[in-house]
């Protein structure tokens, strides 16, 4: 069981926490909890503050207001290396001059730590990570992969409540950044230690991570699990952050039944969403729509099976093809503009026994009301 689904008390509490730099709000009013044993992501574009947050919980950056508790104690005056976190960064920062056991066992040392307890947590940390039986190779003949996991054996020999990771696969290849992923999330189960990863790799986090924050211009946008930020963002920002998605602009034109039917007049058209809350009669709203979840059918083909209930439905021409591998995405032009091209995704594995659509080829695109998200903002 995870932290997340034990509910447990949070092991780190941000409170209106601030920081700037000059003229920008780095980190702007930001308040989080962080559950004792979960895998958190801090999540957002380049520059949208995440670093910084992470800085201020390992104490490299002090706040300008706010607060952060970690463990039930507040940190504020605490420095660095006496707060109960480590932090891996995003360079494999290991020292080319020690062995890898002696990088290893540099982390207790510095935490406290004799020689003797030093050097067998060290073995237990590179066990962790793999690296069982390199404690005497130097660090400049092992790959990046293997020299990244010396920096985590580092952070993790010193037993820290909360382990930060800020942008740690970013420097590795795809194919070794993916492995590394799987092996965070075993090691985060192994050691039960509260991981906080910083990346702008919405894949990266929704693939680790419990729950992830999605940040934008210092501020926290959504708190969520991976799969609730993509099935209910909280905003435009958050729907086009994590993976890809149609806007639909309109003004709510009737409310009931739990839905909403929006007339949305850059495509020409009246859309119905389910799921709506609150009073929005009359109010403009966008709908989000998934491309998974648009089907893409010849005008006179039966609408197919996977899409039942209200269906939405739209007519035009393919413009653009995507062929991704498992699936294709067409971009279909409905009507002029940026909202008038809606994007439709098909597994590939479904194209049969119709042939793949092509730039030209008039489709009708399908989708129910469930499918689509009503965002105020
Ligand atoms: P990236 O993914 O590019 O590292 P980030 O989301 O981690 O971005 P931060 O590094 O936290 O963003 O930076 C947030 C904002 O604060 C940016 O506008 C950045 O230029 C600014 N900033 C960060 N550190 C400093 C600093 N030491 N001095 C001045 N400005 C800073």
């Given at each position: 069981?995870?932290?997340?689904?034990?509910?447990?008390?949070?092991?780190?509490?941000?409170?209106?926490?601030?920081?700037?730099?000059?003229?920008?709000?780095?980190?702007?009013?930001?308040?989080?909890?962080?559950?004792?044993?979960?895998?958190?992501?801090?999540?957002?574009?380049?520059?949208?503050?995440?670093?910084?947050?992470?800085?201020?919980?390992?104490?490299?950056?002090?706040?300008?207001?706010?607060?952060?508790?970690?463990?039930?104690?507040?940190?504020?005056?605490?420095?660095?290396?006496?707060?109960?976190?480590?932090?891996?960064?995003?360079?494999?920062?290991?020292?080319?001059?020690?062995?890898?056991?002696?990088?290893?066992?540099?982390?207790?040392?510095?935490?406290?730590?004799?020689?003797?307890?030093?050097?067998?947590?060290?073995?237990?940390?590179?066990?962790?990570?793999?690296?069982?039986?390199?404690?005497?190779?130097?660090?400049?003949?092992?790959?990046?992969?293997?020299?990244?996991?010396?920096?985590?054996?580092?952070?993790?020999?010193?037993?820290?409540?909360?382990?930060?990771?800020?942008?740690?696969?970013?420097?590795?290849?795809?194919?070794?950044?993916?492995?590394?992923?799987?092996?965070?999330?075993?090691?985060?189960?192994?050691?039960?230690?509260?991981?906080?990863?910083?990346?702008?790799?919405?894949?990266?986090?929704?693939?680790?991570?419990?729950?992830?924050?999605?940040?934008?211009?210092?501020?926290?946008?959504?708190?969520?699990?991976?799969?609730?930020?993509?099935e209910h963002?909280?905003?435009?920002?958050?729907?086009?952050?994590?993976?890809?998605?149609n806007?639909f602009?309109?003004?709510v034109r009737a409310v009931g039944d739990g839905g909403v039917a929006v007339?949305a007049?850059?495509?020409?058209a009246r859309i119905e969403a389910a799921g709506a809350r609150?009073?929005?009669?009359?109010?403009?709203?966008?709908i989000a729509v998934r491309p998974e979840k648009i089907a893409i059918a010849?005008?006179?083909d039966a609408p197919p099976e996977r899409a039942p209930g209200r269906r939405n439905r739209l007519s035009?021409?393919?413009?653009?093809?995507?062929?991704?591998?498992?699936?294709?995405?067409?971009?279909?032009?409905?009507?002029?503009?940026?909202?008038?091209?809606v994007?439709a995704a098909r597994?590939?594995?479904e194209?049969?026994?119709?042939?793949?659509?092509?730039?030209?080829?008039?489709?009708t695109l399908h989708w129910p009301a469930e499918a689509g998200a009503v965002?105020?903002?």
């Open positions: 069981m995870t932290g997340a689904e034990a509910g447990g008390a949070p092991i780190v509490r941000v409170e209106r926490l601030r920081k700037r730099f000059g003229g920008t709000a780095a980190v702007d009013d930001v308040s989080l909890e962080i559950r004792a044993g979960e895998f958190f992501a801090l999540l957002g574009p380049s520059g949208c503050g995440k670093s910084t947050l992470l800085r201020l919980l390992a104490g490299l950056e002090h706040p300008d207001s706010g607060s952060i508790a970690i463990d039930g104690r507040d940190m504020a005056g605490v420095p660095a290396n006496r707060r109960p976190v480590n932090m891996v960064f995003q360079s494999y920062a290991v020292f080319p001059h020690m062995s890898v056991l002696d990088n290893a066992a540099y982390g207790p040392r510095v935490g406290g730590a004799g020689r003797a307890e030093a050097r067998a947590r060290a073995e237990e940390a590179l066990e962790l990570v793999n690296l069982a039986g390199y404690g005497s190779r130097s660090p400049d003949r092992l790959s990046g992969g293997e020299r990244q996991r010396v920096a985590l054996a580092r952070a993790l020999a010193r037993r820290p409540r909360v382990l930060l990771l800020d942008e740690p696969l970013s420097a590795l290849d795809a194919r070794l950044r993916e492995r590394m992923r799987l092996e965070l999330v075993r090691l985060r189960e192994t050691v039960g230690i509260t991981f906080v990863i910083v990346t702008h790799d919405q894949e990266e986090a929704l693939s680790m991570a419990d729950r992830a924050a999605v940040m934008n211009e210092g501020r926290i946008r959504q708190t969520a699990p991976p799969a609730e930020l993509y963002p909280a905003d435009r920002f958050v729907a086009g952050f994590i993976g890809s998605v806007l602009s309109g003004i007339d007049p850059a495509i020409g609150g009073p929005l009669l009359g109010r403009p709203v966008w010849r005008p006179g035009g021409a393919v413009e653009e093809v995507s062929y991704l591998g498992g699936v294709s995405v067409y971009g279909v032009r409905v009507a002029e503009g940026a909202e008038g091209l994007r597994a590939n594995a194209r049969a026994p119709s042939r793949p659509f092509a730039r030209g080829d008039r489709v965002l105020e903002s």
